[in-house]
Nanobody, 121 residues
Framework: VQLQAYGGGLVQAGGSLRLSCAASGLTFSSYTMGWFRQAPGKERQYVAAISWSGGSTYFADSVKGRFTISRDNAKNTVTLQMNSLKPEETAVYYC???????????????WGQGTLVTVSS
């Protein structure tokens, strides 16, 4: 399984960036896809997720109203559109693929290598 995240870069505060993740080696349409981020010296943080069909999306409170997540099951890609970015959102952003465990919670089994997003003030 490979998850290749791309689209990171340098953006000014208030700007936008679009991250994508290309998946291979798995039945993409069977997996919930998520985005996470990890800032230097901090723990990894959940950002957003989208159900296998794309019919349900979930966001961390900190990004609600600014970020959107979408997927194209025909192209095995998931996209995170980030608007109104803040300097504190500088981090490596990771995509992940997962499914529900016995308790009904999403467990992410596969992770990409991450793409760096730098938001300048």
């Amino acid at each position: 399984v490979q998850l290749q995240a791309y689209g990171g870069g340098l953006v000014q505060a208030g700007g936008s960036l679009r991250l994508s993740c290309a998946a291979s080696g798995l039945t993409f349409s069977s997996y919930t896809m998520g985005w996470f981020r990890q800032a230097p010296g901090k723990e990894r943080q959940y950002v957003a997720a989208i159900s296998w069909s794309g019919g349900s999306t979930y966001f961390a409170d900190s990004v609600k109203g600014r970020f959107t997540i979408s997927r194209d099951n025909a192209k095995n890609t998931v996209t995170l559109q980030m608007n109104s970015l803040k300097p504190e959102e500088t981090a490596v952003y990771y995509c992940a693929a997962g499914g529900a465990n016995k308790e009904g919670r999403i467990e992410y089994n596969y992770w990409g290598q991450g793409t760096l997003v730098t938001v300048s003030s």
